[in-house]
Protein backbone atom coordinates (compact mmCIF):
# COMPACT_ATOMS: atom_id res chain seq x y z
CA UNK A 1 0.00 0.00 0.00
CA UNK A 2 1.24 3.60 -0.45
CA UNK A 3 2.33 5.33 -3.28
CA UNK A 4 4.85 7.56 -2.48
CA UNK A 5 6.09 10.72 -4.46
CA UNK A 6 9.55 10.40 -6.14
CA UNK A 7 10.73 13.70 -5.60
CA UNK A 8 13.18 16.02 -7.39
CA UNK A 9 14.72 17.94 -4.01
CA UNK A 10 13.79 16.09 -0.46
CA UNK A 11 10.49 16.90 1.27
CA UNK A 12 9.05 16.03 4.60
CA UNK A 13 8.17 11.91 4.83
CA UNK A 14 4.51 13.29 5.26
CA UNK A 15 4.16 14.88 2.62
CA UNK A 16 6.04 12.77 0.16
CA UNK A 17 4.01 9.72 1.07
CA UNK A 18 0.42 11.55 1.31
CA UNK A 19 -1.76 10.32 -1.41
CA UNK A 20 -5.64 10.37 -2.38
CA UNK A 21 -6.80 6.98 -1.55
CA UNK A 22 -10.12 5.47 -3.06
CA UNK A 23 -9.29 2.17 -0.85
CA UNK A 24 -10.17 2.49 2.05
CA UNK A 25 -10.05 -0.16 5.64
CA UNK A 26 -13.20 -0.99 7.16
CA UNK A 27 -11.62 0.91 10.76
CA UNK A 28 -13.07 3.41 12.23
CA UNK A 29 -10.75 6.86 12.62
CA UNK A 30 -10.19 6.94 16.93
CA UNK A 31 -11.92 10.19 17.83
CA UNK A 32 -8.55 11.54 19.97
CA UNK A 33 -7.13 11.08 16.51
CA UNK A 34 -9.92 13.27 14.88
CA UNK A 35 -10.21 16.31 16.80
CA UNK A 36 -6.17 15.98 16.32
CA UNK A 37 -6.79 16.64 12.83
CA UNK A 38 -9.48 19.03 13.24
CA UNK A 39 -7.22 21.02 15.71
CA UNK A 40 -4.35 20.99 12.69
CA UNK A 41 -7.29 22.71 10.60
CA UNK A 42 -8.04 25.17 13.59
CA UNK A 43 -4.95 26.50 14.06
CA UNK A 44 -4.31 27.40 10.10
CA UNK A 45 -3.23 30.89 9.29
CA UNK A 46 -6.17 33.27 7.50
CA UNK A 47 -6.79 36.75 6.65
CA UNK A 48 -6.67 39.45 9.01
CA UNK A 49 -7.28 35.75 11.68
CA UNK A 50 -11.17 35.38 10.04
CA UNK A 51 -10.82 31.65 10.46
CA UNK A 52 -13.57 31.34 7.62
CA UNK A 53 -13.80 27.74 7.53
CA UNK A 54 -16.91 25.39 9.04
CA UNK A 55 -16.67 21.55 8.48
CA UNK A 56 -19.37 19.56 7.90
CA UNK A 57 -18.70 15.75 9.74
CA UNK A 58 -19.87 12.00 8.75
CA UNK A 59 -18.76 9.44 10.63
CA UNK A 60 -19.78 6.08 9.61
CA UNK A 61 -22.05 3.93 11.51
CA UNK A 62 -22.59 6.84 13.52
CA UNK A 63 -26.06 8.97 13.74
CA UNK A 64 -27.18 10.35 9.74
CA UNK A 65 -24.60 12.52 9.00
CA UNK A 66 -22.43 10.02 6.67
CA UNK A 67 -24.89 8.89 4.50
CA UNK A 68 -26.41 12.17 3.68
CA UNK A 69 -22.85 13.67 2.73
CA UNK A 70 -22.72 10.61 0.79
CA UNK A 71 -25.59 11.19 -0.92
CA UNK A 72 -24.42 14.87 -1.91
CA UNK A 73 -21.30 13.63 -3.54
CA UNK A 74 -21.42 12.40 -7.28
CA UNK A 75 -21.87 8.72 -8.42
CA UNK A 76 -18.62 8.62 -9.24
CA UNK A 77 -17.33 9.42 -6.09
CA UNK A 78 -19.95 7.26 -3.75
CA UNK A 79 -18.60 4.04 -5.69
CA UNK A 80 -15.37 4.28 -3.16
CA UNK A 81 -16.34 7.04 -0.94
CA UNK A 82 -18.89 4.99 0.94
CA UNK A 83 -15.66 2.99 2.76
CA UNK A 84 -14.24 5.61 4.02
CA UNK A 85 -14.92 5.98 8.09
CA UNK A 86 -15.16 9.71 7.80
CA UNK A 87 -17.06 12.38 5.03
CA UNK A 88 -16.97 15.76 5.33
CA UNK A 89 -18.20 18.86 3.53
CA UNK A 90 -15.69 22.09 3.54
CA UNK A 91 -17.89 25.55 3.98
CA UNK A 92 -16.29 29.22 4.09
CA UNK A 93 -17.90 32.46 5.21
CA UNK A 94 -17.74 34.42 2.26
CA UNK A 95 -17.92 37.56 4.43
CA UNK A 96 -15.59 38.82 6.90
CA UNK A 97 -16.71 38.33 10.32
CA UNK A 98 -18.49 41.70 10.16
CA UNK A 99 -21.07 40.04 8.26
CA UNK A 100 -20.97 43.53 5.48
CA UNK A 101 -17.35 43.16 4.02
CA UNK A 102 -17.10 40.34 1.60
CA UNK A 103 -13.63 38.57 2.02
CA UNK A 104 -11.91 37.82 -1.59
CA UNK A 105 -9.41 35.47 0.64
CA UNK A 106 -11.45 33.39 2.35
CA UNK A 107 -11.49 30.09 -0.07
CA UNK A 108 -7.73 30.22 -0.32
CA UNK A 109 -8.00 30.12 3.74
CA UNK A 110 -10.30 27.36 3.44
CA UNK A 111 -7.96 25.68 1.69
CA UNK A 112 -4.97 26.12 4.03
CA UNK A 113 -7.15 24.92 6.69
CA UNK A 114 -7.86 21.38 5.22
CA UNK A 115 -3.81 21.24 4.10
CA UNK A 116 -3.20 21.64 7.77
CA UNK A 117 -5.76 18.78 8.51
CA UNK A 118 -4.23 16.82 5.50
CA UNK A 119 -0.77 16.97 7.14
CA UNK A 120 -1.90 15.95 10.94
CA UNK A 121 -3.67 13.11 9.39
CA UNK A 122 -0.91 11.58 7.54
CA UNK A 123 0.91 12.04 11.11
CA UNK A 124 -2.01 9.90 12.58
CA UNK A 125 -1.76 7.63 9.71
CA UNK A 126 -5.00 8.52 8.29
CA UNK A 127 -5.33 9.94 4.69
CA UNK A 128 -7.85 12.59 3.18
CA UNK A 129 -9.33 12.36 -0.55
CA UNK A 130 -10.20 15.59 -1.73
CA UNK A 131 -13.45 16.08 -3.73
CA UNK A 132 -14.73 18.95 -6.21
CA UNK A 133 -17.74 15.72 -7.24
CA UNK A 134 -20.23 17.01 -4.69
CA UNK A 135 -23.25 19.05 -4.90
CA UNK A 136 -22.83 22.36 -3.02
CA UNK A 137 -26.85 23.17 -3.55
CA UNK A 138 -28.04 19.74 -2.04
CA UNK A 139 -25.83 20.37 0.81
CA UNK A 140 -27.58 23.97 1.66
CA UNK A 141 -30.42 22.39 1.62
CA UNK A 142 -29.32 19.21 3.28
CA UNK A 143 -28.00 20.62 6.18
CA UNK A 144 -29.67 24.04 6.28
CA UNK A 145 -26.16 26.01 5.66
CA UNK A 146 -26.62 29.88 6.43
CA UNK A 147 -26.47 32.44 3.45
CA UNK A 148 -23.30 33.16 3.59
CA UNK A 149 -21.49 30.02 3.62
CA UNK A 150 -20.83 28.29 0.23
CA UNK A 151 -20.13 24.50 0.39
CA UNK A 152 -15.84 24.51 -1.46
CA UNK A 153 -15.18 20.81 -1.49
CA UNK A 154 -16.09 17.41 0.02
CA UNK A 155 -13.49 15.15 1.41
CA UNK A 156 -12.99 11.49 2.42
CA UNK A 157 -10.83 10.28 5.04
CA UNK A 158 -9.38 6.85 6.50
CA UNK A 159 -6.86 4.16 6.85
CA UNK A 160 -5.68 3.10 3.10
CA UNK A 161 -6.65 -0.39 2.30
CA UNK A 162 -5.02 -2.20 -0.46
CA UNK A 163 -6.22 -1.45 -4.04
CA UNK A 164 -7.08 -5.20 -5.17
CA UNK A 165 -10.16 -4.32 -3.04
CA UNK A 166 -11.20 -1.07 -5.50
CA UNK A 167 -12.72 -2.34 -8.80
CA UNK A 168 -10.32 -2.43 -11.82
CA UNK A 169 -10.88 0.99 -13.36
CA UNK A 170 -10.09 2.46 -9.62
CA UNK A 171 -7.67 0.35 -8.57
CA UNK A 172 -5.30 1.30 -11.88
CA UNK A 173 -5.47 4.88 -10.81
CA UNK A 174 -4.26 4.02 -7.17
CA UNK A 175 -1.08 2.58 -8.29
CA UNK A 176 -0.03 4.34 -11.38
CA UNK A 177 2.87 6.60 -10.97
CA UNK A 178 2.44 9.76 -9.21
CA UNK A 179 3.41 13.05 -11.99
CA UNK A 180 3.52 16.83 -11.38
CA UNK A 181 5.04 19.65 -13.33
CA UNK A 182 8.79 20.85 -12.96
CA UNK A 183 9.57 23.58 -10.82
CA UNK A 184 10.72 25.33 -14.10
CA UNK A 185 7.26 25.39 -15.04
CA UNK A 186 5.42 27.62 -12.61
CA UNK A 187 8.62 29.39 -10.21
CA UNK A 188 9.54 32.02 -11.85
CA UNK A 189 12.09 34.93 -11.24
CA UNK A 190 12.76 38.03 -13.58
CA UNK A 191 9.95 37.81 -15.64
CA UNK A 192 6.37 35.43 -15.90
CA UNK A 193 7.53 32.25 -17.80
CA UNK A 194 11.30 32.91 -17.25
CA UNK A 195 12.28 29.88 -14.37
CA UNK A 196 14.03 31.21 -11.62
CA UNK A 197 17.49 30.42 -11.76
Not at 45 to 65: C, D, H, K, M, Y
Not at 142 to 155: C, G, K, M, S, Y
Amino acid sequence: MGNPAKTDFDIHPFLKDRYSPRAFLDKPIDLSSLRTIFEAARWSPSRSNEQEWSFLVGIRNIGTAFERILSILTEKNQRWARFASVLSIVCGRELSADGVTRNSWFAYDCGQSVAHLTFQAVAEGVFVHQMAGFDARKTIEEFNVPRNIVPLTAIAMGYPADPSTLPPDLASRETGPRTRRPQTEFIFGEAWGKALE
